[in-house]
């Protein structure tokens, strides 16, 4: 019993810092958008609310492998190696499954086919001292309300929330992929994937998105 609780605390931990790291993510992306065009816009990777998964499977990875490092020089080398295999990977698992991709860097000195660069690794080696030194400890003050009823609610609801958005994404994802190549809608799920998730709405929520035909990996 002992050991299945431990269990659960531990999803639950990776749970929340996937969605915390999501959401950071989120703003970060929004907040550049702000600086660098002048514009407000939602940076988002998920079609309901501010998620930005890659993000999240960052602050995952950087739980399990970074959180008792000491040395900073140790963990921001760490964090540039990881982030950049993440931001490498995401960007081609979306391509495969979506025909997109959110981000090109093949205009920047030392990228890795567009997918990341030298001076992304070095931004997620910084995000990388920032987890460790000061979201960490705060991520850490909020799950200790573990045995809280009212944390264990909206746990559910979060758990509930996002298990559907992210199927939904994806889902509405591959069926615009599948419009893109002139598919056409075979089953019922398509077609109310096409109905309440057309090419309109998709681009308006993934305004950064590409389509991509063909592309080296």
């Known amino acids: 019993m002992k050991k299945e609780n431990k269990i659960i605390k531990e999803f639950i931990n990776i749970f929340w810092i996937f969605v915390?790291?999501?959401v950071v993510g989120s703003i970060i992306e929004t907040l550049l958008e702000i600086l660098v065009d002048g514009q407000f816009q939602l940076r988002t990777g998920l079609i309901y609310g501010g998620f930005i998964p890659v993000y999240g499977v960052g602050a995952v990875l950087y739980y399990f492998i970074l959180r008792?490092?000491?040395?900073?020089?140790?963990?921001?080398?760490?964090?540039?190696?990881?982030?950049?295999i993440i931001e490498y990977l995401c960007?081609?698992?979306?391509?495969?499954?979506?025909?997109?991709?959110?981000?090109?860097?093949?205009?920047?000195?030392?990228?890795l086919n567009g997918r990341t660069s030298l001076v992304h690794c070095i931004f997620w080696g910084i995000l990388?001292?920032?987890f460790t030194v000061i979201a960490y400890p705060m991520i850490l003050?909020?799950?200790?309300?573990?045995?809280?009823?009212?944390?264990?609610?909206i746990t559910l609801v979060m758990i509930i929330f996002m298990s559907?958005?992210?199927?939904?994404?994806?889902?509405?994802?591959?069926?615009?992929n599948e419009r893109t190549h002139g598919i056409p809608a075979d089953n019922i799920m398509d077609?109310?994937?096409d109905k309440y998730y057309p090419d309109q709405r998709m681009d308006r929520i993934y305004s950064n998105k590409i389509v991509v035909l063909k592309r080296d990996s």
């Open 68 to 84: 008792k490092m000491q040395d900073p020089v140790k963990v921001f080398l760490y964090s540039m190696i990881l982030g950049g």
């Open 20 to 22: 915390i790291g999501s």
């Open 141 to 153: 003050k909020f799950l200790s309300n573990y045995g809280k009823k009212e944390f264990k609610i």
């Open 191 to 193: 077609e109310l994937l």
């Open 128 to 130: 990388g001292i920032f």
């Open 91 to 111: 960007s081609y698992v979306q391509e495969i499954f979506f025909g997109t991709i959110s981000w090109d860097y093949s205009h920047m000195t030392y990228n």
């Open 164 to 176: 559907i958005n992210i199927v939904l994404s994806c889902a509405a994802g591959s069926r615009q």
